[in-house]
């Protein structure tokens, strides 16, 4: 693998402006068009289609910039350098944890390619609840076809992995639609590592499609530099201050670079985007900035085949149902979203409970486990209103979301739809994934024991991938932090371009929905920041 291509070192070598960490050294002050913080899904959209349109464009990452030479295919070079706390990110109980890039190309470097787009109930909810009007499928369809051809967004038209097609079969038996997932790779050589970075450049991320077009075209990236505060007044942005960070994350106090620009696009990925609002005082009249943040929160059922699953091996997520959610009504109990996620042995031992013998035994089982995860779809009744992005005392931020009874009915369902679905499949044991649970050999022993156990924070294993909100759009001030068009209501050259502008959840995975709405903001702004009109693709 070392022998392919690298388009980052090609382009380093071609004389792409980048500065801090191991490259050229970051300047006192810049002056631009447009500062974008960030370089994940939105940021990438947003800085390809200004340099299209002319503006100068400076982008600014806290994580390195890492490339396929880099990647290697072990967790335990990926997760320090390439996540956010090493992707031990947790909630401020400590509840949940929280997997989020932290690199140049944020999450889209590191996540596992499943992209759907917004579902139509979604957007009518944030017709009907947040007045954004404009928000049908059909308005946004031209957004996301645009989205998928510029991204290589298609169905995996090869055979899914045993770990996936256990999940096809098991629903299949009863009854239980299942489906293929889109994803956004272009002659992708099946490895399964997708989540350690893509050693052979095929997962078609910002990493490698938006930000070296933006980079071709000029722009300028600081990578391992913090944006730490904005200075402002009377409704404007004077200036951000940035401070140099570390590869693992910490940062300096020493402003490294004052950057002047037209206009900012706060794009660092929920709790990260309200946090630096928040570090900055801008002004948040109705106490909206950093509330309503989602997860779609995750739990977890491990099952014991009788063959060899491999769950590490072949495309992660190709197969999904959607059952679970299109029988539930949406402002009812908590609908859920089941995926079949890769295994790989760090993830895999840090996640399932128990110890000692008990985990020894476990892992002694890892050849032959099947797991599937359930995304609850939050946000969307009064019992899951997300959580909070708030300031530590040096100015970092905790996610504080209570996993209230309403969302923990959600996860004893999704238990019991897991196990059914295992042992429809054949498993020989399912093992929720809970600290009182152990491994039940037949469908009627788990779903007496699930229905007995106490789903509860701490006992109910919870992770995340998917962090969304914080920032909400609205169509009026009192209920959200930008405009539909992405603007901030009280600061005029502000704009937010990331999963933290949605009103919800999005109820499936959000990378795709970041592409078709940051495409259609960022297309606007260009129109009206320089007066070109752009197109993705």
């Known amino acids: 693998m070392s022998q392919l291509p690298d388009p980052i070192r090609d382009g380093l070598a071609r004389g792409w402006k980048v500065f801090g960490g191991p490259h050229q050294a970051t300047p006192a002050s810049l002056t631009c068009d447009v500062a974008i913080v960030g370089t994940g ?14 503006l100068d464009v400076v982008l600014i990452e806290e994580g390195p910039l890492k490339s ?16 956010q706390e090493s992707a031990a990110r947790k909630t401020a109980d400590k509840a949940i944890n929280i997997l989020q890039g932290r690199c140049v ?19 009518k909810y944030w ?19 645009q989205a998928e051809e510029r991204l290589n967004i298609a169905p995996w038209l090869t055979s899914p992995n045993e770990n996936n097609d256990l999940l096809r079969r098991g629903a299949q038996k009863l009854g239980i639609p299942a ?138 997520q190709t197969i999904y149902t959607d059952h679970f959610l299109e029988t539930q009504a949406i402002d009812g109990p908590i609908g859920y979203k089941l995926e079949a996620p890769p ?8 996640t399932l409970p128990g110890y000692g013998q008990q985990q020894a035994e476990l892992l002694s089982q890892f050849p032959n486990t099947h797991t599937l995860l359930s995304l609850l779809r939050d946000g969307f009744h009064e019992q899951s209103a997300g959580g909070t992005v708030k300031l530590r005392s040096d100015g970092t931020p905790v996610l504080d979301y209570p996993l209230t009874a309403y969302v923990m009915d959600g996860a004893r369902r999704s238990f019991l739809s897991m196990a059914e679905i295992q042992f429809a499949a054949g498993a020989l044991a399912v093992h929720p994934v809970h600290e009182l649970s152990t491994p039940y ?32 759009m609205a169509a009026d001030e009192r209920h959200g932090v930008v405009r539909a068009d992405g603007s901030h209501w009280q600061v005029e050259n502000l704009s937010v371009h990331d999963g933290s502008l949605f009103p919800t959840s999005i109820g499936a995975n959000p990378q795709l929905s970041i592409y078709g709405l940051v495409n259609k903001l960022a297309t606007q702004l260009a129109q009206r920041l320089n007066g070109h009109a752009v197109a993705l693709a």
Request: charged letters at 15%; a positive charge; one cysteine or more.
């Open 68 to 83: 396929s030479s880099d990647f290697r295919q072990r967790e335990s070079d990926a997760y320090p350098s390439l996540y």
């Open 441 to 472: 050999t037949s469908w009627a022993q788990a779903r007496d024991a699930i229905n007995a156990l106490p789903m509860k924070p701490l006992l109910t294993r919870v992770v995340s991938a998917h962090v969304m909100g914080g920032c909400g």
């Open 105 to 123: 190309g944020g999450s889209t470097t590191v996540n596992w390619t499943s992209s759907f787009r917004t579902p139509a109930s979604t957007l």
């Open 179 to 316: 489906a293929s997932i889109k994803r956004n790779v272009k002659g992708c050589w099946n490895l399964g590592s997708c989540g350690m970075g893509c050693p052979t450049n095929a997962k078609q991320s910002m990493l490698v499609t938006t930000i070296p077009a933006a980079l071709d075209k000029g722009a300028r990236l600081l990578v391992q530099t913090r944006a730490q505060e904005f200075e402002h007044a009377n409704g404007h942005i004077t200036a951000l201050s940035c401070v140099p960070a570390g590869p693992a994350g910490s940062a300096s106090h020493a402003t490294s670079v004052r950057i002047k620009a037209r206009h900012y696009v706060v794009a660092g990925g929920a709790i990260n985007s309200p946090a630096l609002l928040k570090r900055s005082n801008i002004p948040d009249p109705h106490g909206v900035l950093g509330a309503r943040t989602f997860l779609h929160p995750v739990v977890i059922s491990a099952a014991t085949f009788d063959h060899k699953v491999e769950g590490w091996s072949g495309a992660p």
């Open 343 to 350: 295994l790989h042995p760090v993830i895999f031992s840090s």
């Open 127 to 145: 017709r009907e609840h947040f007045g954004l009007a404009e928000f049908t499928e059909a308005a946004m369809a031209p957004w996301f076809a």
């Open 41 to 54: 899904a939105g940021a990438g959209v947003t800085a390809e289609l200004l340099t299209k349109a002319g």
